[in-house]
């Protein structure tokens, strides 16, 4: 399969316990985005990397929430200390350099917190 | 802020006929719209996407059409089968194409024999 693969698909934990969450791209994919879907709603962009260098992270939920991609390939998405409200369905999508091309969407994690 | 909203949560059809998805947008200034379809518990899946520049674009059974006018957009599914039973977003990119797609609520087309 050379589509954008997240795993795990599924994770449940207790409230307070640090999570970690991974996404491979399309291996030719220079950009890699996450996103959060909450219930009924459309994802929510959250960071994303341009090879290695995460371009942008403002809109990460809190300090809480942090990714790295330190290849340039493969990345993370990590929740400390994790809440309730991070229950949501966690996205990654890739797509190449060009901003005009489609961007590739990860069956996402669907996170539960307990 | 910023945002992509859509008219109606949930739009049902028969079989065979054409549906229509709308949606509003509120920043005038993107320039790449898209639709994305996502089916239970899976990501959302590219269907098509237009340029500001232009007012239509056609793929296979779909149409997508953008009125900057009034900052709408719709998608048009022709012949409607039950496969396109799932749930439409409306996005577009932020800053530059692709980087920070912002998402509508989303639609759910329900599509019956």
């Known amino acids: 399969d050379t589509g954008v693969s997240q795993d795990p698909r599924h994770k449940i934990t207790k409230r307070g316990q640090n999570v970690t969450f991974r996404c491979d791209p399309i291996?030719?994919?220079?950009?890699l985005y996450w996103y959060r879907q909450t219930l009924g709603q459309g994802p929510e962009f959250l960071t994303y990397f341009q090879n290695e260098a995460q371009l942008e992270k403002s809109r990460l939920l809190s300090d809480r929430f942090s990714a790295e991609r330190p290849k340039g390939s493969f990345s993370t998405l990590e929740i400390q200390r994790t809440e309730q409200g991070d229950s949501a369905m966690y996205l990654c999508?890739?797509?190449?350099?060009?901003?005009?091309?489609?961007?590739?969407f990860g069956q996402g994690t669907r996170l539960t917190v307990v | 802020g910023e945002s992509v909203g859509l008219h109606l949560p949930t739009l049902s059809v028969q079989e065979g006929d054409n549906s229509i998805i709308n949606c509003a947008y509120s920043?005038?200034?993107?320039?790449?719209f898209i639709w994305y379809k996502q089916e239970s518990g899976k990501g959302p899946q590219f269907i098509i996407d237009?340029?500001?520049?232009?007012d239509k674009r056609q793929g296979q059974r779909v149409t997508v059409l953008l009125n900057k006018t009034v900052k709408h957009l719709s998608l048009q599914i022709a012949a409607t089968q039950p496969g396109d039973s799932a749930v439409y977003f409306c996005?577009?990119?932020?800053?530059?194409?692709?980087?920070?797609?912002?998402f509508g609520a989303g639609t759910r087309l329900a599509v019956h024999p």
């Open positions: 237009i340029r500001s520049n232009m």
């Open positions: 996005a577009y990119g932020g800053s530059g194409g692709y980087n920070k797609l912002i």
């Open positions: 999508a890739s797509s190449l350099l060009q901003e005009t091309t489609e961007a590739f």
């Open positions: 920043n005038s200034a993107s320039d790449y």
């Open positions: 291996s030719e994919h220079n950009r």
